[in-house]
């Protein structure tokens, strides 16, 4: 009930294209969803985040779905460029704690 | 900007020593997290804290131990370490009005 699970493992997309990240909770007490960005060799950084009175948050080229009832939320990355090549973890906040439960990452490679 | 600095990069330890990971936010935060990454597995959290002093058991907090003596600084201790406790170590601040949590550069950790 704690876990966030995330897929896929690994993405490969052309330039321009979508890249498209799912991730999946179970446990109904999380509040808070974000999405954090990691480059190669640096520590995560905070990319968009959503709660979950609302379905979608949009800035920029991100956009997160948020699906409450299916307990799933996935971000979009739209005109994918090949700096956007880095790994992509979702996380859940338990509710009434600061604690974030992160899932697994996703590994991006934009090819130009 | 917040930054978050951990004491080194690369750590290379034997197997049955005493380690210590520093890590230091300039931010007056009062959360502070340790986290361990590992490929397939995400970010998971080791111990939290959440004041001087103040400290709470992670996810896997077997076979560490943490400190925090002053409010920029909170310390990971490998009582002794062991060779699946080589890994990449994260520490974060939390920034309460915007939920964004900041992180080091992370420790790679090797323990032989």
């Known amino acids: 009930q704690q876990q966030v699970k995330q897929s896929p493992q690994s993405l490969i997309v052309q330039k321009g294209g979508i890249s498209i990240i799912n991730c999946a909770y179970e446990?109904?007490?999380?509040?808070?969803f974000p999405w954090y960005q990691q480059f190669p060799g640096k520590g995560p950084a905070l990319l968009i985040a959503i709660r979950p009175d609302v379905s979608e948050k949009k800035e920029g080229r991100f956009t997160i779905s948020f699906n409450k009832s299916a307990k799933q939320f996935s971000l979009h990355i739209m005109d994918s460029q090949p700096g956007d090549s880095a790994t992509y973890f979702c996380?859940?906040?338990?509710?009434?704690?600061?604690?974030?439960?992160f899932g697994t990452g996703t590994l991006l490679a934009v090819q130009p | 900007d917040v930054k978050v600095t951990q004491s080194s990069r690369y750590l290379v330890k034997r197997t049955g020593e005493k380690v210590f990971l520093e890590c230091v936010q300039d931010m007056d935060h009062e959360n502070m997290f340790w986290y361990r990454q590992d490929p397939g597995l995400g970010l998971r959290l080791i111990y939290f804290?959440?004041?001087?002093?103040?400290?709470e058991k992670g996810d896997i907090p077997e076979g560490y131990s943490v400190s925090r003596e002053k409010k920029e600084r909170f310390s990971l201790i490998l009582e002794s370490a062991s060779t699946n406790q080589t890994s990449m170590y994260l520490c974060?601040?939390?920034?309460?009005?915007?939920?964004?949590?900041?992180f080091g550069p992370g420790t790679r950790l090797t323990v032989l």
């Open positions: 446990n109904t007490a999380f509040d808070y």
């Open positions: 974060a601040s939390l920034r309460l009005d915007t939920d964004t949590q900041y």
């Open positions: 804290s959440y004041d001087v002093k103040m400290k």
């Open positions: 996380a859940a906040r338990r509710g009434a704690t600061n604690k974030l439960i």
